[in-house]
C-alpha cells in the first residue's frame, strides 16, 4: 500500500481538530458552502492536507483549499451553479465529481479515491516503490496500516511510531515507515528525532523515495537551514523531474539565502506545473517584495485571490495590496518631484533650498517588511 499523501505538511501543521459542522446550512453573505471528505476507498482512512480544487465546469479554477483532519474540507461564499470538485493525488488515481448548489448548502460529500494501478515496468521512482511495496511481508504491512490510522485518523502519534517500528523490525527496509515515523515526531516537537528517521527514509531508498526528501527539505527550511535544504532540493528536481513540488522547495530555499532571481525562475517552474496552487503565488509575492517588483507582485497577490478567495493567507494578501498601492502613490509623488525640479534647474531655479539633487529623493519608495512566505508544502 502506497503512502504518498501529502506528507509534507505533517511536518508544518499540527493535526486539526474535526470542525463542527455549522446548524444552519452554513449560508454566507455572499453565497452557499460545500463540505465533506476526502477519503481512500480501500480503508476508508481520510486523507489529510490534500489539495481539493473547485471549478467551474469549463475548468475555470474557482478556489482551492486542503482537507484537515480525517479528511474534512470545505468551501464558502459559492454562488448557485454546478461545480466541479477536483482531487489529484499523488499514487492515486484523479478524480472529478461535479456538485450543484442551488439555493442551500452542500453538504457531507464523500470524495473517494482510488489508488493507481502499480506499474512494474515503468522506469520512473515510483514505479521502484511500488515494487518495494510488493516486497512488503504482510504483518509488517498489516502494522504500517495501523500505525497510518493511529497518524492520520487519531493523531496518536506516540501509538504511529510504536507500530511504524514494528513493521520496521518485520521488514528493516520500509523506508516509507521511517518516513511516517518522521512526520509524527515532527508533529511532537522532536525534531532531532524527526530528522534522524527521515534521512534513514532517504538512505534506504538511496534517495528514490522523494516524499522522504520533500519532508527533510521542509525541516531543514523551518530550521532556516537554508543551504542544506536548497541541496536537497535540487536531488528532489533531479529525482522527480514532473512534480512541482521539488521546484517549489526548492524556491524556499533559495529565497532564504536570497538568491532572488534563482528562486524566482524554480517558483515560476512550479506555477507552470502547478498554477492552482495558492501559495506558490505567495512564495512569488515575497520574492518580488525583495525586488521591488510592484507590477509582478500586484499579479501574484490577485491571482491569489482568484484562485484561493477564502484562503489563510487572504489577511495578509489584502495588507500587502494596501501597501503595495501606498507604495505606488510614493513613487508616483517622487517622480513628479523629480520631474519639477528638473524643470526647475533647466529653468535656472533652485528648488528645495541648497544642494537639493535628485538623490535626496529615493528612487523607489519604502514598502514595509512583510511576514515570510506561508512555509507549506502539500
Keep these: 500500500m502506497l503512502v504518498r499523501q501529502k506528507l509534507g505538511l505533517l511536518l508544518l501543521l499540527a493535526a486539526a481538530s ?8 452554513s449560508q454566507s453573505g455572499s453565497g452557499f458552502s460545500i463540505d465533506g471528505s476526502v477519503r481512500d476507498t480501500s480503508d476508508q482512512h481520510g486523507l489529510e492536507n490534500v489539495r481539493i480544487n473547485l ?21 464558502t461564499g459559492i454562488a448557485n451553479g454546478e461545480y466541479l ?40 521512482s515510483s514505479s521502484v516503490i511500488s515494487a518495494h511495496q510488493l516486497s512488503v511481508p504482510r504483518k509488517a504491512q498489516d502494522e504500517f496500516n495501523k500505525g497510518m490510522t493511529l497518524l492520520y485518523n487519531k493523531s496518536d502519534y506516540r501509538g504511529a511510531i510504536a507500530e511504524f517500528q514494528r513493521a520496521i523490525k518485520d521488514f528493516p527496509s520500509y523506508y516509507e515507515a521511517y518516513a511516517l515515523i518522521g ?8 525534531i532531532p528525532e524527526a530528522e ?7 538512505e534506504l531508498s538511496t534517495g528514490k523515495y522523494t516524499e522522504a526528501m520533500y519532508l527533510l527539505s521542509a525541516l531543514l527550511l523551518n530550521a532556516k537551514r537554508y543551504a542544506e535544504a536548497a541541496t536537497l532540493a535540487r536531488k528532489c528536481v533531479e529525482a522527480d523531474a514532473v512534480s512541482w513540488q521539488g521546484p517549489f522547495e526548492l524556491a524556499r530555499a533559495l529565497f532564504g539565502l536570497q538568491q532572488y532571481d534563482e528562486a524566482e525562475k524554480n517558483a515560476d517552474l512550479a506555477r507552470e506545473k502547478n498554477p492552482g496552487f495558492p501559495d506558490i503565488h505567495i512564495l512569488l509575492a515575497n520574492i518580488h517584495i ?11 497577490l490577485d491571482t491569489y485571490l482568484r484562485i484561493s478567495p477564502n484562503g489563510p493567507d487572504v489577511d495578509w ?11 505606488r502613490k510614493q513613487q508616483e509623488e517622487i517622480e513628479a518631484r523629480k520631474k519639477a525640479r528638473g524643470k526647475a534647474i533647466a529653468g535656472g531655479q533652485n528648488l528645495g533650498g541648497a544642494g537639493a539633487s535628485d538623490s535626496d529623493d529615493p528612487d523607489e519608495p519604502d514598502l514595509p517588511p512583510l511576514p515570510p512566505p506561508t512555509p507549506t508544502n502539500p
Design 196 to 202: 534522524e528517521a527521515l534521512r534513514k527514509s532517504v
Design 317 to 327: 494578501v489584502r495588507d500587502t495590496q494596501e501597501r503595495m498601492q501606498e507604495a
Design 183 to 190: 512526520a509524527a515526531y515532527q508533529s511532537l516537537g522532536e
Design 85 to 124: 470538485l477536483e482531487v489529484n493525488v499523488q499514487d492515486y488515481e484523479p478524480l472529478q465529481q461535479s456538485v450543484e448548489i442551488s439555493n442551500s448548502a452542500r453538504r457531507g460529500l464523500s470524495l473517494l479515491v482510488t489508488r493507481a494501478s502499480i506499474l512494474l515496468n515503468s522506469n520512473t
Design 55 to 75: 471549478k467551474q465546469p469549463d475548468g475555470s479554477p474557482v478556489s482551492s483549499t486542503l482537507t484537515k483532519a480525517n479528511g474534512v474540507f470545505e468551501f
Design 18 to 25: 474535526l470542525p463542527g459542522y455549522a446548524q444552519q446550512g
Design 290 to 300: 525583495a525586488r521591488r517588483d510592484l507590477n509582478s507582485l500586484a499579479a501574484d
